[in-house]
């Protein structure tokens, strides 16, 4: 039987981490303890241990604090004290700093992953990983992106797959030095992460700011909609079947262009009714509208004109929307499907159904998962590289990085790079079209 | 971690730093004696259970553990768990620090450095003669600190216009540089002379020798003019004549909020965050409310006086320089989002720096605690282009002094030559351009499309 490792680093990561792991051990009482333990965590005595990695610069008290135990009490988190990595002094919202000052940080952690290894060699050996952070501030992007590299040079074999939260200048706590950051890092999850799924705060507080009907852009509600759609995306390696290496085959047809993108409907606030989020069926339209879709492209998505490579559906909610949901998929869904650019090939093309069971005070919710080369180059493009352009013929905030030897080379490197993914992206999306052409016309 | 060192240089350096422990210490809840009082505690309701009991009284240990880490950012814990400030007291004036006995919130007798004699507010006399008396027992205590609590930066306290802050902070700067021991941060308040309060006549030519070279030492540079202290004094406390004391209360209170900012951030994450380039350091520091106030104001009142001409510790109008980065610390009750509603409008209204920035330059932070006096407030720090005034005005009353060639043997017979007059003044001079081609500086995009 083969074990994930879950690896949250750095503030964002670990918030989402405690919210995942809350969400795992509430659906673990409805499911009794053997699969979800076997693959996320252990047991002991009864006790339930997760058998996540948390890493983090700086303590600044921002451990996961509480976990429900089975009792439904509050209590003190029954983390493994062993798998918190800390170190004094803080990355101070610099790349440079996490990633060349991570490093004794490392090493603690290579040792604990040689430990666990040990352990499971005979009944257990670990599959992959997945990384959770953030792409703004130090910590997220400097010691990711040096995990990162760490993880591929030493377990070449194995299956990474990243979860990155992506920030705004209109909600970033880090203006302008979060730019560089998120630049540095993408180029690092290109190279080194076999799969990324992106989030992105921007999108997230926007809809945020329509569903609970305050112009806050506050964590808070954030992550509470970030935890369920990384629920939903956990949801792909719940049961034994689902190997991390699966997934990468799955999503990802290109070893560089391996950024995923995901939808999630409905973005709800407390006591709030929309009239599609009655129905599945309502339901299923809103999701594959594309309007709750977890990124800002600057444009909205049709369907028509935006490739799909693959494409996963995830529903949730209790047995008889279940039910429905699976008749849904096939009629509806897959009617969907066909309208989608790309999606036309039809069995070629991989599609995950899947259903999961309720989220806390939703009903029923759709959660999808796609590889869309022409949307992630819009994100690239819009987000990424077009700050960074801006920024940097400024040179502004580039001095700060000279002391960590991350000069003006390794940045027109990391820049000339995702210059590269960029035109791989539009050959992508250049023989995704040959493709549909081919199919047609040998029909 | 985030344990940052204050140095008060000099007489501005000792009451300024004085009124600004006084602001701090009431923010944070410490009582005169040193007492900490801790964050407020709510009544008990009668709690279900005992672990109810427990869990609300775990959750307000959890809430007072992380404040204190905050107020251990400024504030040494004693043995017997009072809370001293951790600050430096320097002057070469032995009477001066007699004076200090009667602050509010003196320091530890161990931090006190004392000199024999007075640097006379002559820059060359603080800088050659009085300095190197002091500096080795100053960098001793100061390593001494950085070992004994892993410090993140110093804050130095001085004025430019006098003969110890001026003079000695210069050097003390040069030589905490050079140091092997110490590699963080090095922040000053520095408060600039004005000629309506001037005091003697060589204010001009210490301060321009001393900003030259600090504002190259040090990583940055919160700036303050009593010209413009004198003015919220005049408006906001309504006073015709302000004294040094209500001009020190003013800034102190200004310079608390700028503290809570550092305490919740730190300050190289502030360093980082605030300087698009490596010699741009000049940082303006504005509070909305000055007279305490029962009411709580609107976010919008609050936005409009941080952003009015009298409300900047350094003044200058608006439309002399851009607003790269502005900072925006909220603190007291106040509406989340009636703010961020505000702040969206604002952001629509004011104009970007220029066209191609990247973003907005405006950032809100939210601390509903730590805040004694008013209801609710604001402080903004930002960096302004438009700071360049102040040198400009700087610069023309060292061109009056300096183009008789008055009272410059005074300096040139402690040691100093003549020709460091004209290299600072140049050293400004160049400061002052560097922010106006910044401000001018036009960057073509087409470049970077066809790369």
């Known amino acids: 039987m083969s074990k994930i490792i879950p690896i949250h680093i750095g503030e964002t990561g670990i918030r989402l981490g405690e ?172 190279e080194c992460s076999d799969a990324t799924i992106v989030l992105d705060n921007h999108a997230i507080a926007k809809k945020a700011e329509s569903a609970f009907r305050s112009a806050v852009p506050n964590y808070t509600h954030w992550n509470l909609i970030l935890e369920r759609v990384v629920f939903r995306i956990m949801g792909h390696f719940f049961s034994e079947r689902d190997t991390v290496t699966g997934f990468v085959d799955a999503f990802v047809r290109k070893p560089g262009c391996s950024f995923l993108t995901a939808a999630f409907t409905p973005i709800l606030g407390t006591g709030q009714d929309p009239v599609y989020a009655r129905t599945v069926q309502g339901m299923v339209e809103r999701a594959y509208s594309f309007s709750d879709l977890l990124v800002d492209i600057g444009r909205k998505v049709d369907r028509l004109e935006d490739t799909f490579l693959s494409f996963s559906q995830a529903v949730g909610g209790n047995d008889s929307a279940r039910l429905s949901a699976s008749y849904i998929m096939s009629m509806l869904a897959g009617k969907m499907i066909n309208a989608l650019k790309g999606m036309a090939l039809g069995s070629e093309l991989p599609f995950y159904k899947r259903a999961g069971s309720t989220l806390q005070e939703l009903p029923y919710d759709v959660t999808l998962l796609m ?42 490197e990391a820049r000339e790079k995702l210059g590269f993914l960029v035109q791989d992206y539009e050959t992508e999306i250049e023989t995704v079209n040959q493709m549909i052409v081919d199919f047609r016309d040998r029909r | 971690m985030r344990k940052i060192l204050c140095i008060q240089l000099g007489r501005t350096g000792l009451f300024l730093g004085d009124s600004f422990w006084t602001a701090l210490r009431d923010d944070n809840r410490i009582l005169p004696s040193g007492k900490y009082r801790g964050p407020h505690r709510s009544r008990s309701k009668g709690y279900k259970n005992q672990e109810a009991y427990r869990i609300a009284f775990g959750e307000y240990m959890d809430k007072a553990a992380s404040r204190l880490l905050e107020v251990g950012t400024f504030f040494d814990q004693t043995s017997s768990s009072l809370f001293t400030p951790r600050s430096l007291l320097i002057d070469t004036d032995p009477t001066r620090l007699e004076n200090a006995a009667h602050f509010v919130a003196p320091p530890h007798i161990d931090n006190w450095i004392i000199g024999n004699e007075d640097a006379d507010a002559n820059w060359a006399k603080g800088y050659h003669v009085r300095g190197p008396e002091l500096i080795d027992q100053i960098v001793t205590a100061v390593e001494a600190q950085t070992i004994a609590h892993d410090l993140d930066g110093i804050i130095l306290f001085h004025s430019l216009g006098g003969g110890t802050g001026s003079g000695l902070g210069t050097l003390l700067l040069e030589r905490l540089r050079a140091s092997r021991s110490y590699f963080g941060t090095l922040a000053t308040v520095s408060v600039l002379p004005s000629p309506r309060m001037q005091e003697n006549v060589l204010e001009p030519y210490n301060a321009v020798l001393g900003l030259s070279k600090i504002a190259k030492l040090a990583d940055l540079c919160f700036l303050v003019e009593n010209e413009a202290l004198r003015n919220i004094a005049m408006v906001h406390l309504r006073q015709k004549d302000p004294t040094y004391a209500d001009l020190n209360l003013v800034a102190g209170r200004a310079l608390a909020g700028l503290a809570r900012l550092i305490s919740s951030l730190g300050l190289p994450r502030l360093r980082g965050y605030l300087r698009p380039e490596r010699w741009m350091n000049l940082i303006t520091v504005s509070t909305a409310q000055f007279q305490p106030h029962d009411t709580s104001l609107l976010p919008r009142d609050l936005l409009q006086q941080v952003l009015a001409v009298y409300n900047g510790l350094v003044a200058f109008r608006p439309e002399d320089g851009k607003a790269l980065i502005r900072y925006l610390l909220f603190r007291g009750s106040i509406d989340r989002n009636a703010t961020i509603k505000e702040i969206r409008h604002l952001r629509n209204q004011l104009p970007p720096p220029f066209p191609d920035w990247p973003t907005n330059s405006m950032v809100p932070h939210f601390q509903d605690w730590g805040l004694a006096h008013f209801k609710n407030n604001l402080t903004m720090v930002s960096n302004h282009t438009g700071i360049k005034m102040a040198l400009v005005r700087l610069l023309k009353d060292f061109n009056q002094l300096y183009g008789k060639r008055k009272f410059v043997s005074a300096y040139t017979s402690h040691g100093m030559p003549e020709s460091e007059f004209m290299e600072a003044a140049r050293a400004l001079q160049d400061l002052i351009q560097a922010y106006q081609a910044f401000e001018n500086q036009q960057v073509d995009r087409d470049e970077d499309e066809e790369e």
């Not at chain 1, 002094?89 to 060349?100: I, K, M, R």
């Not at chain 1, 022409?374 to 905030?397: E, N, Q, T």
């Open chain 1, 19 to 190: 919210r995942f792991w809350e969400h795992l051990i509430h659906l673990n009482q409805q499911w009794g303890h053997d699969e979800l333990l076997s693959r996320f965590g252990s047991v002991n005595n009864h006790q339930y241990f997760p058998y996540g990695i948390y890493v983090d610069t700086g303590y600044h008290g921002r451990w996961p604090g509480y976990f429900p135990n089975e009792d439904g009490f509050y209590r003190k988190s029954n983390l493994l004290e062993e798998h918190a990595f800390t170190r004094s002094g803080d990355t101070t919202g610099s790349y440079a700093y996490g990633f060349s000052g991570g490093g004794n940080l490392l090493d603690s952690v290579q040792l604990l992953l040689w430990r666990i290894e040990d352990e499971h060699r005979y009944n257990q050996e670990i599959e992959g990983f997945v990384l959770f952070m953030s792409a703004a501030g130090g910590t997220g992007s400097g010691v990711g992106a040096a995990l990162l590299e760490q993880l591929k040079k030493r377990y070449p074999q194995k299956k990474v797959v990243s979860i990155v939260v992506y920030d705004s200048a209109t909600e970033s706590r880090a203006p302008l030095t979060y730019i560089y950051n998120q630049l540095f890092l993408t180029q690092k999850l290109a």
């Open chain 1, 371 to 412: 590889n869309s080369p022409s949307i992630f180059k819009d994100f690239l493009v819009h987000r990424i590289l077009d700050p960074f352009d801006r920024l940097y013929a400024r040179k502004a905030f580039v001095h700060h990085t000279e002391s960590y030897l991350i000069n003006e080379p390794y940045f027109l």
